[in-house]
């Protein structure tokens, strides 16, 4: 069976919210929610194929648009390829020019909307951030906290709240406080036992590579409702993520780092090849910062973690 490949856009909004359409009761998985767009024609560029379709689908003229995830789905009866861009700026007012219901949807309502099978990484994707901060090491809890304000105040909206050399009750109560800086601003993603996940119910979870290969085969540890994400080092440890039903991945390290100057670095090629074989958003992670992020998209990442590089200069 030939995969049929798609081009579909994440229309934004200028106050960030994304654009559905609702698919035809006589279509394939009709009735259901859908990003716009269509089938691209053999030898056609994807991005003229994705200027067309939303032309004719929504009378809009796209002006900016970037990757933003490549996603191989299998139905039972048919094989697609969803080639996604992430559309920034357009001109025109979109309307259903086939006829099609749509709607404008917050990034966080998009779960509330019942979608294609295919697409839930689609809807993963344009709730997720392009920059994850990871907090450094070695800070006292007051500095770390104060990092964090002034993050969240500079726009991060993802941060991962690492202390690993902490003990547990001191990173306990660090959560506690981080979750409250982060309420209604950044997705806070925690690290450690699964035992704490039910005292921390609005944080997401980020497993390490160890509690990786010890818990995939069981699952998800708690409903789709919650982020859960992976740190991957190999195409092994995607496959065991991709098994577990997490939401997206960190993947290192891309370059040399010096927080592990001994370790074997990807490279960008290799990420690229790892990333095409994984259906979920990835986040490059490894000697990378701003500057990478464009490169990131271009191979198919959903954009850079980093470390020292979102890290805010705090004064004193």
């Known amino acids: ?9 994440v229309i934004r909004g200028a106050d960030g919210r994304v654009l559905i359409a609702r698919r035809p009761d006589d279509k394939h998985q009709g009735g259901l929610w859908e990003f716009p767009g269509g089938k691209v024609e053999e030898g056609e560029p994807v991005q003229v194929a994705l200027a067309r379709e939303l032309e004719e ?30 559309v920034s700026a357009f001109s025109g007012e979109p309307h259903g020019a086939e006829g099609q219901p749509l709607a404008w949807v917050a990034p966080r309502d998009l779960p509330d909307y019942e979608f294609p099978a295919a697409n839930a990484p689609i809807v993963h994707a344009a709730r997720l951030p392009e920059r994850y901060l990871i907090t450094p090491e070695g800070l006292e809890p007051q500095a770390l906290l104060q990092g964090i304000r002034a993050a969240v105040g500079a726009g991060i909206r993802m941060i991962q ?8 009750p ?62 991957c080092h190999s195409a092994e440890e995607l496959a065991l993520a991709s098994a577990m039903g997490v939401d997206f991945v960190t993947l290192s390290p891309v370059l ?9 670095a990807l490279g960008w090629a290799a990420a690229e090849q790892m990333i095409a074989a994984f259906n979920q958003p990835v986040f490059l992670l490894g000697g990378l910062g701003p500057q990478d992020v464009e490169r990131a998209w271009q ?7 980093g470390i020292r590089a979102f890290w805010p200069a705090l004064e004193g």
């Not at 690492?162 to 547990?168: D, G, H, K, L, V």
């Open 161 to 168: 709240l690492r202390a690993p050399n902490m003990f547990s």
């Open 256 to 264: 040399p780092t010096e927080s592990h100057p001994g370790e074997a």
């Open 1 to 9: 069976m030939k995969r049929v490949h798609v081009a579909a856009a």
């Open 57 to 86: 689908e929504l009378g809009i003229r796209v002006e900016r648009a970037r990757p933003l995830i490549r996603v191989a789905h299998d139905y039972p009866d048919k094989q697609v390829l969803l080639d996604v861009w992430e």
């Open 170 to 231: 001191e990173y306990r109560d660090m959560a506690v406080d981080a979750v409250g800086l982060c309420a209604g601003k950044a997705q806070l993603m925690l690290k450690g036992p699964l035992e704490w996940l039910g005292d921390f119910p609005s944080a997401g979870w980020h497993l390490t590579a160890a509690q990786l290969r010890k818990y995939a085969a069981n699952g998800r540890p708690f409903p789709s409702e919650r982020l859960l994400a992976a740190s």
């Open 299 to 305: 191979i198919g990442a959903q954009g850079v973690a």
